[in-house]
């Protein structure tokens, strides 16, 4: 699976949206992008996936770059529920398994 | 809708000794995972197994040990425990499929088992 690079951690005010981004330059033809998301003490959170058109779904939108070396997810408005920590993964689709990296930390704030 | 149901959610250990972590998916999934999660890192794959009767390592599989005699159960083994196994550990699914039209293939998780040892 291509090394996926996302910033530590980031603020968002509440009702503001959330855009978390990830670099993944080595990404190559076949494999998707996923988002997954933990809050604290949960288990990981299925959000979103996508090959190279953006996708919305009711959680949140991704869209991904035209060479698909870097993709953004969009929280378009945050909530407090939404502060978790969120990995983004790329891998091929049917593959066994997920690798994690540290993720992003996103704390929204009143 | 139960999904992935861990037992037990926490459990206090003495070093040496042994445990099973249980773990059961009603979602008819071949393909299921054991992760862990130490303090502030991301999980990290112990085990995973596609189907009744075959499993395989994955990043740190020492000191563990998993069966498959089923579709639905997925135990991990925890033989002579050590401090070092002190982490959260997670249970996952997820369909089995190949190319686009198992494109979303998701992995669903349990909720976690916390685990110490002393």
């Known amino acids: 699976d291509a090394k996926t690079t996302q910033p530590p951690s980031m603020d968002c005010a509440e009702g503001r949206a959330a855009n978390l981004p990830c670099n993944h330059s080595t990404i190559s033809g076949n494999e998707y992008v996923y988002w997954y998301r933990q809050i604290h003490s949960q288990g990981p959170q299925y959000i979103i996936h996508g090959l190279k058109n953006n996708e919305t779904n009711e959680m949140a939108s991704l869209i991904i770059t035209e060479d698909r070396k870097s993709s953004t997810l969009i929280l378009p408005h945050a909530t407090l529920r939404d502060t978790a920590v969120y990995y983004c993964?790329?891998?091929?689709?049917?593959?066994?398994?997920?690798?994690f990296g540290k993720g992003t930390m996103l704390l929204v704030s009143p | 809708n139960a999904g992935v149901t861990q037992t037990p959610k926490f459990r206090i250990l003495k070093i040496g000794q042994s445990m099973t972590l249980q773990c059961a998916q009603d979602m008819n999934h071949n393909y299921m995972y054991w992760y862990r999660q130490d303090p502030g890192m991301g999980l990290k794959l112990i085990y995973y197994?596609?189907?009744?009767?075959?499993?395989d390592k994955g990043e740190v599989p020492n000191g563990y040990n998993v069966s498959r005699s089923t579709t639905e159960d997925f135990p991990l083994r925890l033989e002579l425990a050590a401090p070092s196994q002190t982490s959260v550990y997670f249970c996952?699914?997820?369909?089995?499929?190949?190319?686009?039209?198992?494109?979303?293939?998701?992995?669903?998780f349990g909720e976690g088992s916390w685990l110490t040892v002393v």
């Open positions: 996952a699914s997820s369909p089995s499929g190949q190319g686009v039209i198992y494109s979303g293939n998701t992995i669903y």
């Open positions: 993964i790329v891998r091929f689709p049917g593959y066994s398994t997920l690798t």
């Open positions: 197994s596609v189907g009744a009767g075959i499993t």
